[in-house]
């Protein structure tokens, strides 16, 4: 069965502090992980994929397959980063997307 | 054309009427989703189509139809429901299988059901 674990509801920092969201996953095939974002009044939208391992607006995370984790990390939070973070699964061989319960990071300044 | 267009975008109904919600996508994705989102909780996943047939149902009531009648359109039915389907209901599309591909996602239908 697929999970998605995302331990933390809500996070708060001050401008310029490091974040990190913590994802984990339960998965026995090959998954692919993403971090989608959600800001206030705005839609579901893409923020990063494993499989690409870029960094968008400063974010980055890698797959950690011994520790089945894909953490989002950005070193110097922004305000405008605040909104609903959700880490996502997705199956390689089926079109099944199943979401994390999402932690909601609020940035101070 | 990067978007997922639903309508309505707010729909009030009585538990004896039928509605539907309507989804449509021009990025030729053959993978199309339906999602339902209570306040402050997640994305649920309620029904997958692949190349417009059906290929996942997350065990939802039959109150809840759904329908793939072209590669571009994904409609869901909705009959007798329950005060507590009132929910935000989310569709999204992607290519199919593995890559890593996006899913786009629609502003979605407020559903409230009196």
């Known amino acids: 069965a697929q999970r998605v674990t995302q331990p933390e509801k809500l996070l708060s920092v001050f401008k310029g502090a490091p974040v990190e969201l913590k994802c984990n996953y339960s998965?026995?095939?090959?998954?692919?992980l993403f971090w989608y974002v959600q800001y206030s009044r705005q839609r579901l939208q893409l923020l990063l994929r494993?499989?690409s391992r870029e960094s968008i607006k400063g974010f980055t995370a890698d797959l950690n397959k011994g520790e089945t984790s894909f953490h989002l990390k950005k070193p110097f939070a922004q305000e405008e980063d605040s909104a609903m973070y959700y880490c996502?699964?997705?199956?390689?061989?089926?079109?099944?997307?199943?979401f994390g319960t999402g932690t909601r990071l609020q940035v101070f300044p | 054309d990067t978007e997922v267009t639903q309508t309505p975008k707010h729909l009030v109904m009585g538990m004896t009427n039928k509605k539907s919600l309507k989804c449509e996508q021009h990025?030729?994705?053959?993978?199309m989703y339906w999602y339902k989102q209570k306040a402050k909780k997640p994305p649920e996943l309620m029904f997958v189509?692949?190349?417009?047939?059906?290929?996942i149902n997350e065990s939802v009531p039959s109150r809840f139809s759904p329908e793939c009648p072209n590669s571009s359109l994904l409609n869901l039915h909705l009959h007798a429901l329950q005060p507590e389907d009132s929910a935000l209901y989310l569709c999204?599309?992607?290519?199919?299988?593995?890559?890593?591909?996006?899913?786009?996602f629609g502003q979605g239908t407020r559903l409230t059901v009196v």
């Open positions: 996502a699964l997705r199956s390689y061989n089926t079109d099944k997307l199943i």
């Open positions: 999204a599309s992607s290519q199919v299988q593995g890559g890593g591909t996006e899913a786009f």
């Open positions: 990025m030729g994705h053959r993978a």
């Open positions: 189509y692949s190349y417009e047939k059906l290929s």
């Open positions: 494993h499989i």
């Open positions: 998965y026995s095939g090959s998954p692919e």
